[in-house]
Every structure is written in C-alpha cells, then in structure tokens.
C-alpha cells in the first residue's frame, strides 16, 4: 500500500495525515482527527485560516506573532496535533453554549485567552455545570469569562489570564 503524502497547499490535509501519522505514538484518538479539522475549519473558518497562512509575513517558524491555530495546521508537529485536538473537543462539548463564536472570534487575534476560557468552560461541564454562558455581563457591568449553575448556585468565573 502506498504512503499518501499530504498536499503541501493544503493546511487541513497536512494536518490530518501528520495527526493519523502519530496516532499511535501520542496515543491520540485516531477516529476523532478529521473530525477535529472539520471542527477547526468550521470554528475559526476555512477563509481566514486560508488567507492568513497565504500572508507573505506569516511564517511560522520565525515569526514572533505566531497563531495556535495558523501554527498547528501550517507544521502540524506532535505538539501542534494534540493542542488541536484538545481544542476540538472544547469546540465540540461546548456548541450550544451561549457567545461561543463570539470566543472563538475574539480567538482570532488574541487566542491564550480564549483558549483558557474554553478549558475551564469545558471542565466545568465535566462536573455537571448547566446554564452556562461564556461572556455574561456581569451586574457590574463588566464582563466575566464564564457564567454557570453548579451544585445549587450560580457562579461568574474570570479566567485569570488576560
């Protein structure tokens, strides 16, 4: 059976073959990858991710703005694999969520923040959290990271990386 090599063009594909090609070595979950990239794809859109790796000034290797996401799809390195799919499946658990896009927006230019609020979102999901909202306002006026009901009570979470 011949190896298929990943089209250089495409940032998806690389990705995907790279993530199915250490699989087994990382332990990750082989029938999850085209689903993260599709997840990818659609969470941060296909256009942007697109134009963005097209930019003659993103490289990845040397740049000092470098983007997660751009990144993880233009080396797909072991490292670039897993971070995607661990967003994958915060993307995943977290749809229906309220203000959702407008995260993975903001994701776009500043995405350590946002990161991190999908993760505790996430976990908070795992313990049982329900009526959650990334982005509420707050009675101050302000906005916190994450609003949620759990164990009775209802809780305003600020992330503590800005």
Partial sequence: M???????????????????????????????????????????????????????????????????VLDGLATAGPSQCVELLELAVYLKRLVGVRNLERVVKAMRKQYAPGFLQLAYAYRFLKVGATGMILEPSAESGRLADIACNLLGRRYLVESPVQ
């Fill in 2 to 68: 011949a190896h298929k090599f990943p089209s250089i063009e495409d940032p998806f594909e690389r990705w995907v073959t790279r993530a199915v090609g250490a699989a087994k070595h990382l332990n990750l979950p082989l029938a999850f990858i085209e689903e993260a990239a599709a997840i990818i794809r659609s969470a941060f859109g296909e256009e942007w991710i697109r134009q963005s790796l097209a930019r003659p000034t993103y490289t990845p290797i040397i740049s000092l703005h470098r983007h997660p």
